[in-house]
């Protein structure tokens, strides 16, 4: 079964120099909450307070920080404890200790000269929750909780703030809802009918005795 990952994107990464002359440690956000986001023109996003608790927390949690979503690119990973998730009060945090590879130095010279501020998440709602607000035009998702966070990456580049995969995702989600919406209107209007109709044909008996 073919899990669809979606994909966000969000400025703002920074370079904390260390005194132990090691690579400096990036510090950024990967997420912020309470923010709509436009997908594509056809929804909005928000993602709510605590939405990445369970997944960051969880025992198989095993998020791999990456550059430009590449997985032979890895600059650090949760289970060696060289990436580090949080949340706060604003969002999801990141804190990354890249490996000492000219390719890590080369990225940190980026950043620093500001070439390079962006960074991303990659995660699927399969197990989460997410709600959706229909009355608005276009419709606002809100993701309560993430089903799993895959990755998070320093993008060089990133033009859209999701993958096609994930719009497809997202109308499916939204039409999902509108149905269950409709199942539920059509449910709840036949059982005021019959009742109705049971409630005639009481007065009716009544009325004859």
Known sequence: MTIEREIRLLR?????????????????????FDTETDIAG??????????????????SADVHALFDHDTGRVLGRMKAGTLRLAEDDKGL????????????????????????DQM???????????????????????????????????????AYPTTEIGVRTGIRDL?????????????????IRIRRRMDLGLRTRRTAR
Do not use: C
């Open 175 to 191: 039409e999902e809802y509108r149905d269950a919406r409709r199942r539920h209107h059509n449910f709840s209007a036949a059982a």
């Open 12 to 32: 703002g990464l920074h370079v904390e120099q260390r005194k132990d002359n090691k690579p400096p440690t990036l510090r950024g956000y990967a997420a912020v």
């Open 93 to 116: 945090t990141v804190e990354i200790d890249p490996p000492e590879t000219q390719d890590a130095r080369d990225l940190i010279a980026s950043i620093e000269r500001g070439d390079i």
């Open 120 to 158: 991303s998440f990659g995660f699927t709602m399969r197990g989460g929750v997410q709600s959706w607000d229909d009355s608005q035009s276009p419709p606002v998702r809100t993701i309560e909780q993430v089903g799993e966070l895959f990755e998070v990456s320093i993008v060089s580049q990133g």
């Open 42 to 59: 056809i929804f909005r996003e928000r993602i709510a307070r605590g939405a990445f608790a369970d997944a960051i927390t969880k025992a």
